[in-house]
């Protein structure tokens, strides 16, 4: 492609021109220039619309097997609506984005749209059926294959700057309206030129497909982007390595707790029961009971049995030493729930490290939180009882230090997080928790 050199009026800066039918250029300075007068038309804010990636004017590459230049840029301001598939909705939202022009060798044109999360290589379409597709409502598609389509997109944009050349004299602000829709992986998109009057003066058709970066930087042979994003993808893959390892841990570790829980019940001490109608508001007491082996993990189990159903209780069971003190106890909210999905919580239990061995009693405590009647406070026909193992090993910390390995491992694996500062802070997290339940583990209570 010939290039014909112009100096910028207001920079000075050197510009190539492609065009043989430029009217009007757009300098990086934000002057705006008449080509055969070299009148002044405008002055844009160059500075506030700055390209965002590293395209840039004069580029030349390959894209699809395809020579082109890249000859100029315009920044639109667009208002979208979006169908969500989810919801099955659409929704507005504000979308800036980019459209580069490209000149191949025979002088076709071609256009890469940037926004802030992809790239599209557009290429203009003689459509069989033109028509412009509309929300909620079907339409025909530019092609008879397609069948009636939906719109997935509907925008409204408006030039906010432009720099490059042009056979067309583009004005800030000048409007247009764009409706797309998607069939067979590409998008079809109808986008009507407004007049000042908002009238339409000219509709033309596009087809679009998604393309990387990576690709676009390989095709104009960016290598410094291209080195970039090969180094983000390698550390990408590491992270991700580092993700299957906390979830296959996290796997290990679940694996592992099921196991404790079953190769660990305990062995049993001593069970202890009473009617919920026979404890008085004070608890009723049980034991003595002797517990001699010293620092082995005990538990104790509370249930609930025969409680009619839409009931709810408080009940509870206290250990007390040989002093009356108490070191450990468990206080929850019981019910039976009826129906269909009715469910119910009829039981609890903690465990304890014994830090002294000797004599031990139990107090049982119950109220009824649904009196049918203030005389009848005691839910007739329960019975509260308690079960005390020695050398039990709890199983739950296992479980929930799996839970939140898995949960940091997938977030990395799927999300595919790279930022190394929310890497340490999740890891940080979860060997907090592992550090905790060692402790728990160790030498302190479980609740």
Avoid at 160 to 177: D, L, M, N, V
Avoid at 272 to 292: I, Q, W
């Amino acid at each position: 492609m010939k290039a014909e050199p112009l100096n910028c009026p207001n920079c000075g800066a050197s510009i190539e021109l492609h065009l043989s039918n430029t009217k009007t250029i757009g300098c990086h300075c934000g002057a705006v220039f008449d080509r055969r007068t070299k009148e002044m038309l405008e002055h844009l804010n160059s500075r506030k619309f700055q390209a965002r990636s590293f395209l840039e004017l004069g580029m030349i590459g390959n894209i699809f097997g395809q020579d082109y230049q890249i000859i100029g840029r315009i920044h639109y301001v667009n208002r979208i609506s979006e169908f969500d598939r989810e919801d099955q909705e659409y929704y507005n939202s504000n979308w800036p984005y980019d459209s580069w022009i490209l000149l191949s060798q025979d002088g076709s044109y071609a256009y890469i749209s940037e926004d802030e999360e992809a790239f599209y290589f557009e290429e203009p379409i003689t459509p069989e059926i033109p028509g412009f597709p509309e929300l909620r409502k079907f339409t025909p598609g530019f092609y008879a294959g397609h069948g009636k389509v939906l719109a997935k997109e509907t925008s409204s944009s408006k030039i906010a700057f432009f720099e490059g050349e042009f056979s067309w004299q583009p004005r800030i602000g000048q409007k247009s309206e764009s409706t797309e829709y998607t069939f067979g992986g590409l998008c079809f998109e109808a986008t009507k030129q407004l007049d000042e009057d908002g009238q339409a003066k000219e509709i033309e058709f596009f087809q679009s497909r998604k393309i990387s970066e990576l690709a676009l930087a390989q095709g104009f042979k960016h290598e410094e982007t291209v080195q970039r994003i090969f180094k983000e993808q390698q550390k990408s893959k590491e992270f991700k390595h580092f993700g299957n390892i906390a979830m296959v841990t996290a796997l290990a570790l679940a694996i592992f707790g099921f196991v404790i829980k079953g190769i660990s019940p305990g062995s049993h001490v001593e069970v202890y029961s009473s009617e919920v109608s026979a404890l008085d508001r004070d608890g009723k007491l049980f034991g003595p009971l002797n517990l001699e082996n010293e620092g082995r993990v005990h538990q104790v189990e509370l249930k609930l049995s025969s409680m009619p159903s839409n009931h709810s209780l408080i009940a509870g069971v206290e250990l007390l030493d040989s002093d009356k003190k108490v070191i450990n106890e468990i206080g929850s909210k019981f019910w039976i729930g009826s129906g269909y999905d009715g469910d119910r919580h009829i039981s609890d239990k903690t465990s304890f490290r014994l830090s002294k061995a000797g004599s031990y009693t139990f107090r049982l405590f119950a109220e009824d939180k649904k009196p049918m009647n203030r005389d009848m406070y005691k839910v007739q026909g329960t019975t509260l009882s308690v079960k005390i193992l020695e050398n039990t090993m709890p199983a739950y910390p296992y479980f929930i230090t799996a839970f939140w390995l898995l949960l940091y491992g997938a977030t990395i694996r799927f999300f595919k997080v790279t930022n190394p500062l929310y890497i340490l802070l999740g890891g940080a997290g979860v060997m907090f928790l592992i550090i905790k339940f060692v402790v728990l583990l160790a030498n302190e209570e479980f609740e």
